[in-house]
């Protein structure tokens, strides 16, 4: 050990400076929460594997949700044609049923 090094404010003994290669914070940040929302979508997006006709197709699970709905509804379940009337369709950009029905 040197004697010449001096100890004091900003200069730690030796013994007890970080090592080179050596990190004074080894496990990081902790990673950011996901939100509900963020899980929600991850998961609804997650490709699954669906039998149409009987063949196997891979498609997002919403897809694969909103065509068993569709399936349902035209068969003649009233909870499901209630459940697909009330989804809310992203707008393409085009104008809302409401103002098509009142040009007519």
Known sequence: MHDD???GYKRPPRHSQFKPGQSGNPKG???KQKSLATCLKE???RVVKVTVNGKQRQMPLIEAL???LVHLAVAGDARARRDLIGLKVPSGGGP???AV???R
């Open 101 to 103: 029905a009142d040009h």
């Open 5 to 7: 090094y001096p100890v």
């Open 96 to 98: 809302a049923p409401s």
């Open 29 to 31: 940040r902790p990673r």
């Open 66 to 68: 909103v065509n068993k």
């Open 43 to 45: 998961e609804l997006y």
